[in-house]
């Protein structure tokens, strides 16, 4: 069993490595230890430097109301090489979000995936993909 | 007064303002002679013709940011004793997820921790006497250096990437970088490093490790944080593709959300962010 946790926590270790990361300020306050899936409806999405954010409001959970969380991406240029636009999510999108909440328990978070409910279409990013030259 | 004293005193005074002019004259050419006009000659066909002969440097260049962060384990900060204090201390706020974030304030991460940690990408520009690297977020960095063979100023104003002339050696760019900012860190993350604290000076050799990886080999001379030269190197990969052609990185810009205000304008409307820097949603 104990062994069982050391391959988890190894496999959550090399998953944090492999995240993007942010320029101008460390990722360190996520917790990528955690990972939390939710439905939600995005209610902004600004592509701004030096870090994209997706606002999205999470479904009611039972017994609260519906909360906004703010996600945090990379960069809009380093986004665009991974195929993202501008206009890749927009407000009144129904999605279901994947993301690593801030550690103090803030409604923030790293952006790792999102389905967009009604295609399907899986949107996700990973900077750690352009280590190598020649990317068409 | 007659009219003959008052020639006499005309005579005299245009005598000392003609004798004030002529002085005046021959102390401006003096430091004129002193110190002459610098002019920057216009390029010749022959200097954009000698542009081809350079390596070809081409293209975007992205970062190998797990290499930058495998190098400062294999490489280490020979930190002073007072430095590696602090970077103990951030090295354990960073792990216990409360990192200080050295460069929210969207100054530029300077010379040398641009090379030295950024994640985004960057290009070289060749003109005649100079190359020019211009980087992409965090405020569109840039970097001019100078291979006209001109020296460093004397004393020059300190910068965030500091003054930089370079040469080439065969295929390799020699740059030498002085004229740095003290408040400047020297970083090896977003949340650990030192200010350099003066007298820095950063020695490059640049050159293709392969046909697209880009090698800069770093030795950076930082007398008042480092018990002797720190010697680095991070490299680039080169990418052709029109996607990652460099695009508008304003720093601030991420502090703001495009809104309208009170008449209607479109405006930048401030958003809400954790100490850290990280957005947060309205009313959290």
């Not at chain 2, 260049?61 to 290499?67: E, L, R, S, V, Y």
Request: proline share 8%; with cysteine.
């Amino acid at each position: 069993m104990k062994r069982n946790w050391f391959r988890v926590a190894l496999v959550l270790a090399s998953l944090a490595l492999a995240l993007p990361v942010a320029a101008h300020h460390s990722f360190a306050m996520f917790d990528f230890s955690k990972t939390m899936t939710l439905k939600g409806t995005v209610t902004e999405f600004r592509w701004t430097n030096p870090h994209v954010a997706l606002l999205v409001q999470l479904d009611a959970q039972p017994g609260a109301a519906p909360e906004v969380w703010s996600m945090e991406l990379t960069s809009p240029g380093n986004l665009t090489r991974g195929g993202w636009t501008r206009h890749s999510f927009k407000p009144g999108d129904r999605i279901e979000l994947v993301f690593n909440p801030l550690r103090d328990g803030k409604h923030g978070g790293a952006f790792d995936k999102a389905t967009i409910l009604e295609t399907g279409q899986v949107i996700s990013s990973d900077l750690r993909a352009a280590e190598k030259p020649g990317i068409e | 007064m007659s009219l003959r004293q008052r020639t006499v005193r005309r005579n005299l005074m245009e005598g000392a303002l003609t004798a004030a002019f002529l002085a005046g004259s021959i102390l401006l050419s003096g430091i004129a002679a002193c110190e002459p006009a610098v002019v920057n000659a216009p390029p010749q066909p022959k200097d954009w013709s000698a542009l081809a002969s350079l390596p070809d440097w081409s293209g975007v260049w992205t970062p190998n940011m797990t290499d930058q962060e495998r190098r400062i384990r294999t490489d280490p900060v020979p930190w002073d004793k007072a430095a590696a204090a602090q970077i103990t201390k951030l090295e354990a706020a960073e792990k216990a997820g409360d990192p200080k974030g050295l460069f929210i304030n969207c100054l530029p991460e300077s010379m040398p921790s641009w090379m030295l940690i950024t994640h985004n990408a960057l290009e070289f520009l060749f003109t005649p006497g100079r190359v020019t690297i211009l980087g992409e977020s965090d405020g569109n960095r840039l970097r001019r250096i100078y291979t006209d063979g001109r020296h460093h100023p004397d004393d020059p104003d300190p910068t965030f990437h500091g003054h930089s002339v370079g040469h080439w050696e065969g295929d390799t760019l020699v740059v030498d970088t002085v004229g740095i900012l003290p408040e400047t860190y020297i970083a090896v993350s977003e949340a650990v490093g030192v200010p350099n604290n003066g007298d820095l000076h950063v020695i490059e050799h640049m050159h293709l490790d392969k046909p697209d990886v880009l090698r800069d080999d770093l030795e950076v001379i930082a007398p008042h944080v480092l018990t002797k030269p720190w010697k680095t190197s991070r490299f680039l990969f080169r990418q052709r593709g029109r996607k990652y052609d460099i695009v508008e990185g304003v720093c601030l810009q991420g502090n703001y959300s495009e809104s309208k205000d009170a008449d209607g304008n479109a405006a930048f409307v401030p958003v809400p962010q954790t100490e850290g820097g990280n957005y947060l949603p309205p009313n959290h």
